[in-house]
């Protein structure tokens, strides 16, 4: 009896050193792989200049907040995930909107936007863009004059952020206009029917392999989904390529998945009596036409007034594609009611 109990004791003894040894490598080689990812990714960004003490990714990074008091109409905008420099690439078309046609312009960084590597990779929560966006908007319009028109804007994950206003503002936007917004029907049309498929396996390979550098994108001239070539090349060159991020992080990925299940789900049935712009390139390489189309009967069915307009040979970054002039002069109809 004594010689089993010690027979056990040492199998167990045996069993518990190979899981321990094994725990400890695999988080030995999760931090490897970060370790490395970081060192890559910050020598890609070395030649990046970040404000010392807020560490917006200048020039163009920082919020972008110009108001005049006697403008009667404002474009509250909010970007898309982890964009180093927010909606700052848009920034032309900001000033054109503000200086000619007198709107304001308000543009926050929210939640993961506007920081480098190692501050825009730590753990985060969609609650953090919710919070931001929908405090920074009820402070603004707190004390806007009576007839004032506020419309509501977005780009991809901002359409998070956009929702909750919609469905939490103390003061209802006039309206809402999404630019290629987040929805549940992912569908990574870039790079290999094997890199696709794994693409949608993520929720497992995030334990495998949760941090990458991200390859070249071979279905367009750079990083961005923007179809027409000579435009993608002339802003990746003028704005994107010192402001991309190059690294994946599975894990960001797999709660952002989960964030279009929650806001269709959850959000969307609260937004009620909206007038709803959806535009979205037909050639989106990261969701479906279906995906923003359902999106749009979701809103419609709890009670909002919603338009879906496709625009053919664009991608995800729409407003620098084929369709970015028209689309922008939709946005600017629903600014000024023409």
């Not at 029907?185 to 790079?191: A, P």
């Not at 994946?248 to 797999?254: A, Y």
């Not at 952002?256 to 789900?265: G, I, P, S």
Request: with cysteine.
């Amino acid at each position: 009896m004594k010689s089993l109990i010690l027979h056990i004791m040492k199998l167990t003894g045996t069993i518990l050193l190979l899981f321990f040894a094994f725990v400890g490598a695999y988080y030995s080689l999760i931090r490897w792989q970060y370790n490395s990812v970081k060192k890559e990714v910050e020598k890609r960004e070395s030649v990046r200049t970040f404000d010392k003490d807020l560490k917006y990714n200048m020039p163009l990074g920082e919020p972008v907040f110009w108001v005049k008091p006697g403008n009667r109409v404002t474009l509250f905008f909010i970007d898309g995930f982890r964009g180093q420099i927010g909606a700052g690439h848009y920034r032309p078309w900001f000033e054109k909107l503000h200086n000619q046609y007198g709107v304001n312009i308000v543009a926050p960084i929210t939640a993961l936007q506007g920081w480098p590597f190692a501050y825009r990779t730590r753990d985060w929560h969609r609650e953090e863009d919710m919070r931001q966006a929908l405090q920074i908007y009820d402070a603004y319009c707190s004390n806007l004059p009576a007839g004032h028109k506020v419309v509501v804007g977005s780009m991809s994950f901002g359409a998070l952020s956009n929702v909750t206003i919609g469905a939490k503002g103390k003061r209802r936007p006039d309206a809402m206009v999404m630019v290629a917004p987040l929805n549940t029907g992912l569908d990574y049309k870039s790079g290999s029917a094997v890199t696709r498929w794994l693409s949608s396996k993520i929720s497992v390979i995030q334990y495998i392999k949760p941090w990458m550098i991200r390859g070249k994108n071979k279905a367009r001239a750079t990083l961005y989904d923007v179809v027409n070539d000579e435009k993608n090349i002339a802003a990746w060159d003028a704005v994107m390529k010192d402001s991309v991020n190059y690294e994946e992080n599975l894990p960001q990925g797999v709660h952002l998945n989960e964030t279009a299940v929650y806001m269709e789900n959850e959000l969307v049935p609260q937004v009620k009596g909206e007038n709803i712009v959806i535009l979205y390139g037909e050639d989106d390489l990261t969701f479906s036409a279906k995906g923003f189309e359902t999106l749009g009967e979701k809103l419609r069915a709890a009670g909002n007034t919603v338009k879906t307009v496709p625009f053919a040979k664009s991608g995800h970054m729409l407003l620098y594609d084929n369709g970015g002039d028209k689309a922008k002069e939709m946005i600017l109809d629903m600014l000024l009611a023409r």
